[in-house]
């Protein structure tokens, strides 16, 4: 048996939203990297938002993406500052997941955990932040924003 038909196949609330906002101004690549260990984030809290165990008919087993939309969008670094402060202290149940711009220049984890609690999260430059919570907390400090295109 694989270790993905162990994972419980459970659903967060329906009025959870996901959402993923990224400074556009990166590099390509940055952009790409910043979604990428985000999204991460947001799974590790909240295993009910994937992983859910799929079979084929020959019997290959995957874990699952996301089991709603996640869309990405964009702010410069004033508007995710903002969105940062507007976000923080996230109500209960919701996750922030924050990608600070010090941590691109690290590559140990233990690094970076090391200094963060030397830094103020609102004065560090943040490259992305994700979102994961009721629809409505979510929808307030998005509503505004783009996609990203």
Request: hydrophobic share 45%; glycine share 8%; aromatic share 4%.
């Amino acid at each position: 048996m694989s270790a993905l038909a162990e994972v419980p196949a459970t659903q967060p609330a329906p009025d959870i939203r996901v959402a993923v906002i990224v400074d556009p101004t990166l590099a390509l690549g940055q952009i790409t990297n910043t979604v990428a260990v985000v999204g991460v984030g947001i799974g590790a809290a909240d295993a009910s938002l994937g992983a859910v165990p799929l079979t084929d008919s020959r019997g290959r087993t995957v874990a699952s993406s996301s089991n709603r939309p996640i869309p990405i969008l964009q702010a410069d670094g004033p508007a995710m500052a903002a969105l940062l402060a507007r976000a923080l202290p996230a109500p209960e149940g919701a996750t922030v997941v924050a990608f600070l711009r010090y941590g691109r220049s690290l590559h140990v984890f233990e690094e970076y955990r090391r200094q963060f609690p030397d830094r103020d999260l609102l004065a560090e430059p943040v490259d992305g932040i994700g979102l994961a919570g009721p629809a409505r907390w979510v929808r307030s400090l998005t509503g505004s924003l783009k996609l990203l295109r």
